[in-house]
Each structure stands twice: as C-alpha cells, then as structure tokens.
C-alpha cells in the first residue's frame, strides 16, 4: 500500500511544477510578442524585500524535488545541496546564476518533474515513524511526516507558485486564475434549468 504522505506530497509537486512550467511558457511567450527583455521580467519583486521572479521559480523547483526524495527515504547529494533544499533559503549565495531566459527557467522545471517521476514508486521507508530531517547552514529542522505535508511542503508549493503567478500578473502577463488552477479537477454531471418565480 503506497505511503499516503509520500504520494500527496509528490502530486501536489508534480501538479505545481506544471503549472509553473505553463505560466514559464506564458512569460516567454508575452516576452517575444512585447519585445521585452526576459531579464527584467525575471528581475521582478512584488517588495524591495521579496525575492525576484526567477529565485522563486529555483526555491520551488528545489523545495519539490527536496522534499519528495526525503520522504521516499532517500538523501540530497549533500545534506545541504542547493537543488534539494526544501524552502529555507533566503541568502543570494544560496542560489545558481540568475537566470538571463525562460527557456533555462522551463529546463529546470522539466528536470524536477523528472526527478520527481523517479520516486513514483512506493517508497521502502518507514516514514510514518522516522523523523524528516533539513538542513541547510549547520541548522537542522526535524519534522514528522504529517506535519512536514501538510503544514510545511504543501503550503510553500503554492505559496511560490502564487508568487510567480502575481509577479507575472504584475508585470502585464494576461493570466487569470485558471493559469493558477491548472486544468479542472470536476466534471459536470447535470445542469438545472432555471425555474420561473411563481406566486403561492
């Protein structure tokens, strides 16, 4: 029986990723009809204290593949390597080179959705019962499996992915809330026709 927090952690990732990748491919796009320069869509910040664009794309590329690979049991190369640090950065000397294009931001997303299909599998891990340790800067924080789904991975994935979806916004990509939804999760079983108001 697969773990349940290891598979709701790794859908709830994959369903993010992808929705970046649409809103990447959006960026891109309304760059080219514009002419702008990607680089000062990707510079962009909701704050003068909020990171840009392109950090919050990497923070969640990083945090997705991070937390899917130690709730299947497994480690990061390092247990401080920046492309599994799970949503605790917060320094510029924690991140790649800037990003110049979205075609470098898409490639990321499309090899974290890779890494992500490697860990489909049923996880040999007791993590019901192990504590799910990230570390980044000497500094360790323990969690529990429930807790580190529900109260941490799964509010920072959307968390980014509302940042990107409002600095795009922001910044004049024609997005609406469905870009944000993704595909619908419903169908429509009936429609009631609507009755005439009548007097009793």
């Known amino acids: ?26 960026a891109a796009t309304h760059c080219h009809r514009q002419n702008l320069d990607p680089v000062d869509l990707l510079n962009a910040r909701l704050a003068p204290d909020m990171l840009n664009l392109d950090r919050q794309f990497q923070i969640l590329t ?5 937390s899917v690979i130690r709730l299947a049991g497994g480690s990061p190369p390092t247990p401080e390597a920046p492309d599994y640090a799970v949503f605790n950065r917060g320094d510029e000397r924690d991140f790649r080179e800037p990003a110049r294009d979205f075609d470098t931001i898409e490639s990321d997303l499309k090899r974290a959705l890779r890494d992500l299909e490697r860990h489909s599998a049923e996880p040999d891990f007791d993590v019901e019962t192990r504590p799910i ?28 992915l509302s940042m990107i979806h409002a600095l795009l916004r ?13 595909p619908p999760s419903y169908r429509i079983v009936s429609a009631i026709e609507p009755t005439e108001p009548h007097d009793d």
């Open 133 to 160: 340790d990230v570390q980044w800067r000497g500094r360790i924080r323990r969690f529990n499996a429930p807790d580190f789904v529900m109260r941490y991975v799964i509010p920072n994935l959307y968390f980014h």
């Open 170 to 182: 922001h910044q004049g990509v024609p997005l609406g809330k469905a870009d944000f939804e993704g």
């Open 1 to 26: 029986m697969p773990n349940p927090h290891h598979t709701l952690a790794r859908d709830s990732a994959v369903s993010v990723l992808n929705r970046a990748r649409v809103l990447a491919v959006k």
């Open 62 to 66: 990083s945090g997705a593949r991070g």
